[in-house]
Protein backbone atom coordinates (compact mmCIF):
# COMPACT_ATOMS: atom_id res chain seq x y z
CA UNK A 1 0.00 0.00 0.00
CA UNK A 2 2.43 2.65 -1.35
CA UNK A 3 1.66 5.77 -3.16
CA UNK A 4 3.83 7.90 -5.16
CA UNK A 5 2.22 11.02 -5.95
CA UNK A 6 4.03 13.82 -8.04
CA UNK A 7 3.04 17.50 -7.77
CA UNK A 8 4.45 21.36 -9.99
CA UNK A 9 4.15 20.36 -13.66
CA UNK A 10 2.91 23.13 -15.81
CA UNK A 11 3.05 25.36 -18.91
CA UNK A 12 6.63 27.15 -18.72
CA UNK A 13 8.29 29.40 -21.09
CA UNK A 14 11.54 28.28 -22.77
CA UNK A 15 14.19 29.62 -20.42
CA UNK A 16 11.82 29.39 -17.47
CA UNK A 17 11.70 27.55 -14.51
CA UNK A 18 9.59 24.59 -12.55
CA UNK A 19 9.58 22.41 -9.28
CA UNK A 20 8.44 19.51 -9.25
CA UNK A 21 7.70 17.42 -5.71
CA UNK A 22 7.37 14.02 -5.20
CA UNK A 23 5.84 12.15 -2.42
CA UNK A 24 5.96 8.70 -1.17
CA UNK A 25 3.57 7.74 1.54
CA UNK A 26 2.16 4.25 2.75
CA UNK A 27 3.96 1.04 4.44
CA UNK A 28 7.47 2.29 4.12
CA UNK A 29 9.99 0.48 5.75
CA UNK A 30 12.82 1.44 3.83
CA UNK A 31 13.13 3.51 1.07
CA UNK A 32 16.63 3.42 -1.33
CA UNK A 33 16.46 5.87 -4.06
CA UNK A 34 14.18 8.10 -5.88
CA UNK A 35 14.39 9.32 -9.07
CA UNK A 36 12.53 11.53 -12.40
CA UNK A 37 11.85 9.96 -15.58
CA UNK A 38 10.12 11.39 -18.75
CA UNK A 39 8.78 10.45 -21.57
CA UNK A 40 8.16 12.96 -24.27
CA UNK A 41 5.72 12.56 -27.04
CA UNK A 42 6.33 10.05 -29.28
CA UNK A 43 9.29 9.05 -27.57
CA UNK A 44 10.41 6.43 -25.02
CA UNK A 45 10.37 7.25 -21.61
CA UNK A 46 14.02 8.08 -20.08
CA UNK A 47 15.45 8.61 -16.76
CA UNK A 48 16.33 12.60 -15.61
CA UNK A 49 18.06 12.15 -12.14
CA UNK A 50 17.76 9.92 -9.45
CA UNK A 51 19.31 10.57 -5.81
CA UNK A 52 19.83 6.98 -3.37
CA UNK A 53 18.99 7.25 0.61
CA UNK A 54 23.19 8.15 0.78
CA UNK A 55 22.38 11.45 -1.19
CA UNK A 56 24.53 9.83 -4.09
CA UNK A 57 23.00 11.70 -7.24
CA UNK A 58 23.17 11.21 -11.31
CA UNK A 59 21.75 13.04 -13.98
CA UNK A 60 20.72 12.76 -17.37
CA UNK A 61 23.67 14.40 -19.56
CA UNK A 62 20.63 16.48 -21.34
CA UNK A 63 20.17 18.08 -17.76
CA UNK A 64 23.29 18.31 -16.34
CA UNK A 65 24.05 21.87 -15.31
CA UNK A 66 20.17 22.69 -15.52
CA UNK A 67 18.35 20.39 -13.15
CA UNK A 68 19.25 19.47 -10.00
CA UNK A 69 17.64 16.50 -7.66
CA UNK A 70 17.01 17.09 -4.00
CA UNK A 71 15.52 15.40 -1.14
CA UNK A 72 13.71 17.25 1.58
CA UNK A 73 13.88 16.70 5.35
CA UNK A 74 11.32 13.74 5.19
CA UNK A 75 13.30 11.03 3.20
CA UNK A 76 10.04 10.39 1.41
CA UNK A 77 10.16 13.29 -0.43
CA UNK A 78 11.81 14.70 -3.21
CA UNK A 79 11.95 17.60 -5.62
CA UNK A 80 13.33 18.31 -8.93
CA UNK A 81 14.36 21.83 -9.98
CA UNK A 82 14.46 22.51 -13.31
CA UNK A 83 16.02 25.99 -14.91
CA UNK A 84 16.54 26.84 -18.20
CA UNK A 85 13.93 24.74 -19.83
CA UNK A 86 14.06 23.86 -23.15
CA UNK A 87 11.61 23.21 -25.60
CA UNK A 88 12.79 19.86 -25.91
CA UNK A 89 12.29 19.14 -22.15
CA UNK A 90 8.69 19.00 -22.71
CA UNK A 91 7.63 15.62 -21.26
CA UNK A 92 5.10 13.85 -18.86
CA UNK A 93 7.78 13.50 -15.67
CA UNK A 94 7.12 10.55 -13.72
CA UNK A 95 8.40 9.92 -10.05
CA UNK A 96 9.38 6.46 -9.22
CA UNK A 97 10.71 5.18 -5.23
CA UNK A 98 12.46 2.28 -4.50
CA UNK A 99 11.48 1.30 -1.46
CA UNK A 100 11.08 -1.77 0.81
CA UNK A 101 7.88 -3.09 2.95
CA UNK A 102 7.48 -5.39 4.99
CA UNK A 103 6.37 -8.08 2.29
CA UNK A 104 8.46 -6.70 -0.67
CA UNK A 105 12.08 -5.94 -0.95
CA UNK A 106 13.16 -3.43 -3.34
CA UNK A 107 10.07 -2.64 -5.00
CA UNK A 108 9.32 0.43 -7.85
CA UNK A 109 6.73 2.65 -7.11
CA UNK A 110 5.28 4.62 -10.03
CA UNK A 111 3.55 8.12 -9.56
CA UNK A 112 0.88 8.78 -12.12
CA UNK A 113 2.94 11.52 -13.78
CA UNK A 114 2.65 15.68 -14.08
CA UNK A 115 2.96 17.41 -17.44
CA UNK A 116 5.56 20.20 -17.86
CA UNK A 117 5.16 21.98 -21.19
CA UNK A 118 7.98 24.17 -22.21
CA UNK A 119 6.63 26.68 -25.40
CA UNK A 120 8.96 28.34 -28.07
Known amino acids: QVQVVESGGGLVQAGGSLRLSCAAS????????MGWYRQAPEKQRELVAA???????NYADSVKGRFTISGGNDKNTVYLQMNSLKSEDTAVYYC??????????????WGEGTLVTVSS
Open 96 to 109: KADITTIDYYGMAY
Open 26 to 33: GSIRRLHA
Open 51 to 57: ITSGGIT
